[in-house]
């Protein structure tokens, strides 16, 4: 079993967890600020939103789990703050992350899609990392299994809880996740393929899907009302994503990229 605490300072612990969140992050801000000019959008400007927005999200992916979960946490009101005891999730962020940046665009006079079509690609690379946090703190797992023949040795012992070797479930999202990225890069750039908006449409319905089946093979998933909640929302985003495309697809919207494209 991986030790989920990476270094230790004393008092202070850094987990590998923390480290696999803000490597993500890292990254997504790096891509996002490399791509800011061609929507003629500032570097400062992806700085300024991340610095307001991820401490939120962190606080909106708790509120999230808190509220689903809300028969333990109302019974044991000190550990609402305990994040560090685990229990966030990516929906709770993803919607706060996405209130933050409409408001945001608004006072900077930055068209929303322009800003989202940037950053997916980082989101989704970001996502695909952050799973293996998950993995380390042996969460977000599936039924147990007979084994796990096709997995690396030191996938297979970390997969090994509770008696039983575990569904990798964590594995399949950041593999979907990393397959999602690297298609949208590679079609990006590519001139008049894309229209405005369509990397965030394909991301809504990329994710969704993926998310939607993978979510079904979890034993953890947050519940209302006998219905996994993260598939609800999972397939509400592929259908505002179809509906989406579709709509911006027969307005003739500009395209994403254009080789010429003026400031």
Same mark, same amino acid.
């Given at each position: 079993?991986?030790?989920?605490?990476?270094?230790?300072?004393?008092?202070?612990?850094?987990?590998?967890? +923390?480290?696999? /969140?803000?490597?993500?992050?890292? %990254?997504?801000?790096?891509?996002?600020?490399?791509? *800011?000019?061609?929507?003629?959008?500032?570097?400062?400007?992806? !700085?300024?939103?991340?610095?307001?927005? $991820?401490?939120?999200? /962190?606080?909106?992916?708790?509120?999230?789990?808190?509220?689903?979960?809300?028969?333990? #946490?109302?019974?044991?009101?000190?550990?609402?703050? +305990? @994040? =560090?005891?685990?229990?966030?999730?990516?929906?709770?962020?993803?919607?706060?992350?996405?209130?933050? !940046?409409?408001?945001?665009? #608004?006072?900077?006079?930055?068209?929303? @899609?322009?800003? %989202?079509? /940037? +950053?997916?690609?980082?989101?989704?690379?970001?996502?695909?990392?952050?799973? =293996?946090?998950?993995?380390?703190?042996?969460?977000?797992?599936?039924?147990?299994? *007979?084994?796990?023949?096709?997995?690396?040795?030191? @996938?297979?012992?970390?997969?090994?809880?509770?008696?039983?070797?575990?569904?990798?479930? $964590? !594995?399949?999202?950041?593999?979907?996740?990393?397959?999602?990225?690297?298609?949208?890069?590679?079609?990006?750039?590519?001139?008049?393929?894309?229209?405005?908006?369509?990397?965030? $449409?394909?991301?809504?319905?990329?994710?969704?899907?993926?998310? $939607?089946?993978?979510?079904?093979? &979890?034993?953890?998933? %947050?519940?209302?009302?006998? %219905?996994?909640?993260?598939?609800?929302?999972? *397939?509400? !985003?592929?259908?505002?994503?179809?509906?989406?495309?579709?709509?911006?697809? &027969?307005?003739?919207?500009?395209?994403?990229?254009?080789?010429?494209?003026?400031?």
């Amino acid at each position: 079993m991986i030790n989920p605490i990476a270094v230790q300072i004393g008092p202070i612990a850094i987990r590998w967890y +923390a480290i696999c /969140i803000v490597t993500g992050l890292i %990254l997504a801000v790096y891509l996002t600020g490399l791509e *800011a000019p061609q929507k003629n959008i500032k570097k400062e400007d992806v !700085l300024d939103f991340i610095l307001i927005a $991820f401490p939120l999200a /962190i606080i909106g992916a708790r509120l999230y789990y808190v509220i689903f979960n809300w028969d333990y #946490y109302a019974k044991n009101p000190s550990e609402i703050l +305990a @994040i =560090w005891q685990g229990g966030i999730a990516i929906y709770g962020g993803l919607i706060t992350g996405a209130a933050v !940046l409409f408001v945001f665009c #608004y006072y900077r006079m930055i068209k929303p @899609i322009d800003f %989202l079509d /940037i +950053a997916v690609p980082g989101v989704m690379l970001a996502q695909a990392i952050g799973r =293996w946090g998950n993995f380390i703190n042996q969460e977000a797992y599936g039924k147990a299994v *007979a084994h796990l023949n096709y997995l690396p040795e030191w @996938i297979k012992k970390q997969m090994y809880i509770d008696g039983h070797y575990r569904t990798p479930t $964590f !594995l399949y999202e950041s593999l979907w996740n990393l397959l999602g990225f690297a298609i949208i890069m590679s079609l990006r750039h590519r001139p008049n393929l894309l229209k405005e908006g369509e990397i965030t $449409f394909f991301y809504l319905i990329w994710y969704g899907c993926g998310r $939607f089946v993978i979510e079904g093979m &979890r034993t953890d998933s %947050l519940m209302f009302m006998n %219905l996994r909640v993260s598939q609800g929302l999972s *397939a509400l !985003l592929v259908a505002v994503g179809i509906i989406l495309a579709v709509y911006r697809r &027969r307005r003739q919207t500009v395209p994403y990229y254009q080789i010429a494209r003026k400031s």
